[in-house]
């Protein structure tokens, strides 16, 4: 592999080594100093990877990426512009070694009922959803909704003919998906191009533009919700694979929808019951 390679890109719009690494060592806020006393190795060769003068090693990618606390396809995608192979695989929740994790994600949508949960990706596209989340979705998007097209998490409650019109705290809402999409564009190519899409909506960007990203996203947000004369309130939940060993675990987001009140439950177990 050329030098020009490690350090600039392969000439076929790739980002090379140096250039990744780079990028990632100043998202994370950090001088090539401060990487370089974090990871026990000297500024001197961090500024050499970086210029493309000095090639990793395999461990040397992987350290790298550990410290820079990079996601799994980002760290393949930094050992491939290395030279090396993927050390993550990326499957479908379909495949067999991921059987053990669909059954539990199956489990939990399950145990969830009659409240609504889904499985979500890196760009928030349901993979999965229980009955309770598949009644909700029909629920807003009333006949336009077509259950073999998928829904879009973040898409359903910004678009002004998704969900949009229901939702009565719709700006206290939207701020804080934008908030934790942002976050996550970051590090997620895919919740970028989300994240872009969603801003040429209308109001969307104005929104944006007095988002404080000083401030953790919640960890807890409500959702009003008011159609049909129904009244739902809502707040979700948002959690993740801990140790995930596989680019697909990595970008799943589970996230549950419980009820605020008595109301909403009664409402909500009325539905499931027919």
């Keep these: 592999m050329s030098e020009a390679a490690l350090q600039g890109g392969s000439g076929f719009g790739m980002p090379g080594f140096g250039t990744l690494m780079r990028q ?7 001088s090539q100093l401060e990487l370089a006393e974090t990871g026990s190795v000297s500024q001197r060769h961090v500024s050499f990877l970086e210029s493309g003068r000095a ?3 395999r461990q040397m990618v992987l350290h790298l990426a550990e410290l820079l606390d990079m996601p799994l396809r ?7 512009a290395a030279g090396f192979a993927a050390a993550y695989r990326e499957s479908g ?9 669909r059954h539990a994600l199956d489990l939990l949508l ?3 009922e ?10 928030w596209t349901v993979q999965l959803a229980n009955q309770a989340a598949q009644r909700m979705i029909g629920f807003l998007l009333g006949p336009s909704h077509d259950p073999a097209r998928p829904v879009n998490f973040m898409t359903l409650p910004l678009h002004p003919n998704g969900a949009r019109p229901y939702i009565r705290n719709w700006r206290d809402v939207a701020g804080a998906l934008l908030h934790r999409l942002q976050r996550e564009a970051m590090d997620s190519p895919a919740a970028a191009a989300v994240l872009a899409e969603v801003r040429g909506y209308p109001d969307v960007d104005a929104l944006w533009r007095t988002v404080d990203w000083d401030t953790e996203p919640r960890p ?4 009003a919700i008011e159609k049909d004369g129904l009244v739902l309130d809502l707040v979700t939940m948002i959690a993740t694979f801990g140790t995930p060993q596989d680019v ?5 987001r589970i996230e549950t929808f419980l009820p605020a009140n008595a109301a909403s439950e009664a409402l909500l177990r009325g539905l499931a019951a027919g």
């Design 24 to 30: 990632w060592r100043r998202r994370r806020g950090l």
């Design 55 to 57: 090639r990793p090693s």
């Design 74 to 80: 980002e760290r393949n995608r930094l050992l491939h």
């Design 93 to 101: 929740l379909a495949a067999p070694h991921l059987a053990e994790a």
């Design 110 to 112: 399950k145990q969830h």
């Design 114 to 123: 009659p409240f609504p949960a889904v499985v979500v990706d890196a760009g």
């Design 220 to 223: 807890l947000l409500t959702f």
């Design 248 to 252: 697909t675990l990595q970008d799943l």
